[in-house]
């Protein structure tokens, strides 16, 4: 069936570093995706979207890239902090009469002081 | 403005119990949404509620069920709880039924034994 995923479970970098999570995505017809942040016993929390009608998107340190030609997304993580350790998930709106979102099974990123 | 609140924190119930779990959604948001996360996985959509009405559903089975009250709040109940429901249920709320940000809360964390 229609799924979101991810490349790699684990990504450890050192502090400072720039990070790139990558998320790989089936449903064509998908129109919004949004990535978030999950630390360790906590809810999801919101780090940035991206509309299926734009292909960059930059927020503080963050930036998402979507190439739909191959149905990838990344997430751009820039001068990596500790603070950043957690696990990342992309997520789609699935496209249709009523909003949810179909998570993908995440990334863990481990940053070193 | 108050965030997504989710109570108890932690419950342990018993095969064959039912539970029920709550959420308060964020001030002014009439839409909830559920989630189950299993350990080491991404969340997975349960259900939704939108004024009170279910707005959808995921692939899980009628002892799942729901409700939502005139203030929003949302309450979940499993019932003939198995081994296989422990896990991390999160509750999302969102302005509108049509997908704009879900804020999620911290979670209820539920063993069953």
């Known amino acids: 069936g229609e799924s979101v995923g991810l490349h790699l479970p684990t990504l450890s970098v050192q502090e400072g570093d720039n990070s790139i999570i990558n998320c790989a995505y089936s449903n064509s017809a998908s129109d919004y995706f949004i990535w978030y942040k999950q630390e360790s016993g906590k809810g999801p929390q919101f780090i940035i979207d991206?509309?299926?009608?734009?292909d960059k998107r930059q927020g503080q340190r963050v930036t998402v890239l979507l190439n739909k030609t191959v149905k990838h997304l990344s997430l751009q993580i820039a001068a990596t902090q500790p603070g950043d350790s957690a696990v990342y998930f992309c997520a789609e709106k699935t496209p249709s009469g009523y909003s949810t979102l179909t998570f993908g099974k995440g990334t863990m990123l481990l940053v070193s002081p | 403005e108050t965030g997504v609140t989710q109570s108890p924190t932690h419950l342990i119930k018993t095969r064959g119990q039912q539970v029920t779990l709550r959420c308060s959604s964020q001030?002014?948001?009439?839409?909830v949404s559920w989630y189950q996360q299993a350990l080491g996985q991404g969340p997975q959509f349960i259900f939704q509620y939108y004024r009170e009405e279910e707005n959808g559903r995921g692939n899980f089975p009628p002892r799942f069920s729901g409700l939502q009250f005139p203030n929003y709040s949302s309450e979940l109940n499993v019932n003939a709880l198995e081994l296989d429901d422990s896990a991390l249920y999160l509750c999302?709320?969102?302005?509108?039924?049509?997908?704009?940000?879900?804020?999620f809360g911290p979670g209820t964390r539920l063993t069953v034994t």
């Open positions: 001030s002014g948001h009439n839409t």
């Open positions: 991206i509309r299926s009608n734009m």
């Open positions: 999302a709320s969102s302005l509108g039924g049509m997908g704009n940000e879900q804020y």
